[in-house]
């Protein structure tokens, strides 16, 4: 791996030029995925103003990230989600246990005053362990 054990990986995404950042970050054992919106590939905001639809896209986002990175889904070990309405997270979360719950990941979700487009509800972060160790414990 170049830089030490890191590798960078872009999924082409209209804002990672112009902001400068990876889409996914792989050091180590972790990969890292940067906040993913539901932009969709045509580059426009895909589910309107329904949350759910836009956090559904926005986890595709983020597998699609994984994938560059050689991680799944049930890698993820923590995720973030930050919304511009808490009030909508019975439909945000719905979607992130249908995506994310057999892995169980730490997870936070966070209200924020607004998005980089004012039309976005919702943006994801999740990082995955792919690395060698002590194997994760399910609570019985």
Not at 89 to 102: C, K, L, N, T
Request: charged content about 20%; proline content about 4%.
């Amino acid at each position: 791996m170049a830089d030490g054990g890191v590798q960078r990986f872009s999924s082409g995404g209209p804002y990672e030029q112009r902001i400068g950042y990876a889409r996914a970050v792989r050091a180590g054992g972790f990969v890292l995925v940067a906040g993913c919106t539901a932009v969709g590939p045509d580059g426009e905001i895909v589910g309107g103003a329904d949350a759910g639809e836009q956090m559904r896209e926005a986890c595709r986002n983020v597998e699609a990230a994984l994938a560059l990175a050689g991680a799944t889904v049930a890698d993820v070990v923590r995720t973030r989600m930050y919304v511009t309405d808490a009030s909508r997270w019975e439909e945000i979360g719905r979607v992130h246990a249908e995506v994310f719950g057999a892995a169980l990941p730490a997870a936070a979700l966070v209200q924020v005053a607004g998005l980089l487009d004012p039309r976005m509800l919702v943006e994801v972060e999740a990082t995955a362990w792919v690395g060698e160790g002590i194997a994760p414990r399910r609570r019985q």
